[in-house]
């Protein structure tokens, strides 16, 4: 019996589907539960599994085309059954074919300069005579002591131009003369997900007026928490930015205004605390949410981001589990970053950079001692949040991670 392969709805107010890639052509063997094709939404772009066994057929849908949730795109035939099963050329996933650079000649594109294109001095002899050259491949020539015929010109009908020249010499960085465009090693297009995050950024940076917050924190009381809970033998401890995310989720139950969006119809204070954790992968960025995370306890928070992190890495989210954040936690310390700004993830008004556990030499008392330190930095919507209540938001979660009750 043949199996339908239809647009899925991967959000609850999906309407519309973008097919980006199929990821087996039609007449190939697919086993249920592979990777079947790519669908892009306005918040990810997912690998969809196929849901039968069989042989690939009917397909109606091209990449790139814009289908409704739960219309008919393919058939999975079991063997023996008949159907189209004409095998055509479907690019692979990410596959772009590289442009090929003009003929000579031929326009070089908007905003990229042209090589000179002075007339030659000459046209080549037979059996020798004047090389043909620009007059001012010709001065530099003369000043780097280079033989004009030894070069092959890249001008005009073969002519040496100033370039030829300055490359033979090995002097272009010491040179006034006018620079090229740079030689262009590939040219690939962004994965549906970096472009998805490109514009979301995007976005936000040009709608939410952003201002910065920065706190250093004492993170040694975590550590010497998390030391004490592996001597134990936990099953599960909790890492650095479990911590980190308790601590803000909690934080945010007294700070509805960071745990709010900007919206046409007003500013909208959500009930709920959804925490969003953000994930690098090779494609982009995701930001799998933690639902209800000031309700967790710590062992349940590690719980649930150690699997959120599990599915990302390996392509399992499903939108509905980026949907519903309300505010948002970046942590770049287990990359060696010491401290930096991050962009807000729309609609939320708030995200939370964090940069590594390192020690640092500062002050107690009257003298300095090494202590296990940590910089946070808060990005906010000015529309929503003023920097007292954001101050406060942010000494409050230190706070709490000095002195860890929770």
Same mark, same amino acid.
């Given at each position: 019996?043949?199996? @339908? ?43 969809? *599994? ?15 085309? @814009? ?9 999975? #035939? ?16 990410? @596959? ?9 000649? *031929? ?35 003369? *000043? ?18 100033? @370039? ?10 010491? &040179? ?36 910065? #917050? ?37 934080? $945010? ?39 209800? %995370?000031?309700? $967790?306890? #710590?062992? *349940? ?7 959120? %992190? ?6 399992? $989210? ?7 954040? &309300?505010? &948002? ?47 946070? &930095? ?15 938001? #942010?000494?409050?979660?230190?706070? $709490? ?6």
């Amino acid at each position: 019996m043949a199996i @339908e392969v239809i647009m899925p709805a991967l959000g609850m107010a999906q309407e519309k589907g973008t097919l980006v890639n199929w990821l087996k052509a039609e007449g190939d063997s697919v086993e249920k539960g592979e990777p079947l094709m790519e669908v892009e939404t306005d918040k990810a772009a997912v690998e969809i *599994e196929a849901p039968a066994s069989g042989i690939l057929a009917n397909v109606t849908a091209h990449p790139g085309d @814009e289908i409704p949730v739960g219309q008919k795109i393919a058939v999975i #035939l079991s063997p023996g059954e008949t159907g189209s099963t004409k095998r055509q050329a479907i690019p692979a996933l990410h @596959e772009h074919p590289l442009p090929r650079p003009p003929p000579e000649g *031929e326009g070089r594109g908007e905003g990229r300069p042209a090589k000179s294109r002075s007339t030659p001095s000459a046209k080549p002899a037979e059996g020798g005579g004047k090389v043909p050259a620009s007059p001012a491949a010709k001065r530099i020539a003369k *000043e780097k002591n280079i033989n004009l015929a030894s070069l092959k010109g890249s001008g005009p009908d073969g002519s040496v131009v100033a @370039e030829d020249v300055l490359r033979a010499g090995g002097a272009r960085a010491k &040179t006034s003369a006018p620079a090229g465009p740079p030689r262009v090693k590939e040219t690939i297009q962004p994965t549906a997900m970096r472009r998805i995050v490109g514009e979301r950024m995007s976005k936000s940076k040009q709608s939410a007026p952003h201002f910065y #917050l920065g706190i250093d924190v004492d993170m040694t009381a975590v550590e010497q928490r998390r030391s004490e809970l592996k001597k134990r033998g936990e099953k599960v401890v909790p890492s650095i930015n479990d911590f980190i995310l308790s601590a803000a989720a909690r934080t $945010l139950r007294d700070f509805p205004s960071l745990n709010s969006a900007y919206t046409e119809k007003g500013i909208q204070i959500f009930a709920d605390v959804n925490i969003g954790v953000a994930v690098a992968l090779e494609e982009g960025l995701v930001v799998p949410v933690i639902r209800s %995370a000031d309700r $967790l306890s #710590l062992t *349940e928070m590690a719980k649930q981001s150690r699997e959120l %992190a599990e599915k990302a890495q390996k392509k399992k $989210l499903f939108p509905l589990d980026y949907e519903g954040g &309300t505010f &948002t936690v970046s942590n770049l310390g287990m990359l060696g970053v010491d401290s930096f700004i991050a962009i807000i993830n729309p609609p939320q008004c708030a995200i939370l950079a964090v940069g590594r556990v390192a020690p640092r030499a500062v002050p107690q008392g009257d003298k300095i001692v090494a202590r296990s330190m940590m910089t946070m &930095t808060l990005s906010a919507d000015h529309r929503i949040v003023d920097g007292a209540i954001a101050a406060r938001f #942010l000494s409050e979660v230190k706070r $709490l991670l000095e002195k860890p009750e929770f």
